[in-house]
């Protein structure tokens, strides 16, 4: 049996803590913020598309290039396809 203190809660809800930031300005911290996600998160395509999209506002694209890359190679759809279709990358605007 599982216990509950090792049960994650959805990444939806944990997403709100980057979201904050992004929605706030910070883009640099909301970046920072889904990398601590996508360590607990890692096999979720969000963590890495929304990181890619912090780090695009905050002007830090190689680190955006990497993630992106990333997601490429590991996250496909059920059709084998590799593709990051059907994320919808979260902007505050």
């Known amino acids: 049996m599982k216990s509950e203190i090792n049960t994650l809660p ?3 809800k944990s997403a709100e803590w980057a979201r904050k930031a992004a929605h706030e300005g910070k883009w640099s911290e909301s970046a ?3 990398a601590i996600l996508r360590k607990a998160y890692s096999e979720q395509a969000m963590a890495w598309l929304q990181g890619a999209n912090a780090h695009i506002e905050a002007n830090e694209l ?3 290039e990497q993630l992106l890359n ?3 190679q590991h996250f496909r759809l059920k059709s084998g396809k590799r593709s990051l ?4 990358i979260f902007s505050p605007w």
Do not use: T
């Not at 279709?85 to 919808?88: E, F, H, L, P």
């Open 62 to 64: 190689d680190q955006a």
């Open 10 to 12: 959805p990444l939806e």
């Open 70 to 72: 990333y997601g490429r």
């Open 32 to 34: 920072q913020r889904w």
């Open 85 to 88: 279709s059907g994320v919808i």
